[in-house]
């Protein structure tokens, strides 16, 4: 009882000191320290028992395994996205964007982009950074409140390209392995969904920004915001997009290099990891460079604040890793794993149940998954669940309550990425990746159950 007391009461506390502007690397082990005291687990390894874990241990090796897992790829993300900045690529993509398609679709335009880079595999963590430039300037040819501008390049990251069939996203690879299926699994009822997701989402994103534009809100600079807007002197859009362009293709080439016929006789098949990222960000960094070339003086500060944004993003993103693994420790976390699994009813609700239940308590999409499948899957699919079927709920369930307000990649996004608060931001964020999903959820288990 006291163990599922703390564990409640933690991430209750966690949610409450982020919401409030704690700084995360303070309120991830505050949090996690009551976890551990209520569970009866020793906050220091000299007070532990033989062989028996600890606070400082736990929460150390899940925030120094993802910083070594995920630091090139983060320090790559946001200088890259620096450099489409401070070389005017990204102010020119965005004038080209609203002449082309009407400054009313500025929103849509940065959604997109979002959405095209998460189906072609980079990672969400870093779409952020790769896109929020080009998204300052969107919204500020539009005069729309930069505080939506978190909540645009999470739908577009995070909800119906993240868990959809086809997605080389891990959320939508990790059940492969424990239900012998293919990415593309169950992608009638995925594309259903998908398209209502990315439907309903931007109606529902457009009626919050045209609501708060009707109260008298607009776009409010920064001084750290690049002023690129003098547009004759910008380099030509269509070259801009080259940078982005070469992170897809790269990326794609380096990690299907058994697709590609001579290629796959020099890149090796162990190549099909986030390296494959490295590769395409780094890539990507040098043509935004070449693009622009003129601007080349002020790169070396480009470069500096890159390096700055990417350590700050990925220490918040590691304080809430630490958490979820003092967290996996707790008794009452697996008693809530035991539940879970004895939900009745139909297998696809209780293993929906079980995923994103988890990913909540643990703040990440992978972990609800990658805790819960070696679980849950023998048990449902021996209850005749199919394992298609399966696979599409738990990838769509698991991008549901993983976005509450300590979500790594909520918390990067909105402070570190973008600058603003919870209080300012997180309403449309959680409306969009939250809510949304959860409906996505539910349709795809009533969709199962009537066509499966």
Known sequence: MLSAIGLIGGLGLLIWMTVRGVNILIAGPVAAAIVAFSSGIAWLPPLAAAGAPDFATAYMDGFVGFFQSWFFMFLLGAIFGEIMGASGA?????????EKIGIKHAVLAVVAACAILTYGGVSVFIVSFSVYSLAVHLFREADLPRRFIPAALAFGSVTFTMTSAGSPEIQNLIPMEY???NAYAGWQVSLVVALFMAVSGQFWINHMVRRAVARGEHFVGRETDDQNIDYGTL???LLC???????LVIFLVFQYPQDMGPLSAILPQESLDKWALVAALGTGAMVALMVGYRKLKSMPEAFSRGATSAV????????????????????????ALVM????PGSPLIGAAVAVTVIAGLTGSASGGQSIALPLIAPHYIDSGAQPDELHRVVAISSGAL????????????????CGETHRDAYGAVGALTVVIPVIGTIMAVVLFGIFG
């Not at 990204?90 to 609203?98: C, L, Q, R």
């Not at 890793?321 to 976390?333: C, D, E, I, R, T």
Request: aromatic letters at 6%; hydrophobic letters at 55%; charged letters at 5%.
């Open 90 to 98: 990204a102010a020119s993509v965005a004038h080209w964007v609203i």
């Open 179 to 181: 239900l012998g299926t």
């Open 235 to 237: 380099p030509a859009p």
């Open 241 to 247: 997009i080259l940078p982005l362009v070469a992170v």
């Open 312 to 335: 700050v993003a990925i220490t918040n993103t590691c304080a809430v890793v630490g958490f979820g693994s003092v967290a996996k420790l707790s008794p009452a976390f697996q008693e």
């Open 340 to 343: 879970v699994q004895n939900i």
């Open 402 to 417: 993983d976005s509450l307000p300590h979500n790594g990649y909520v918390v990067t996004t909105i402070r570190a990425v």
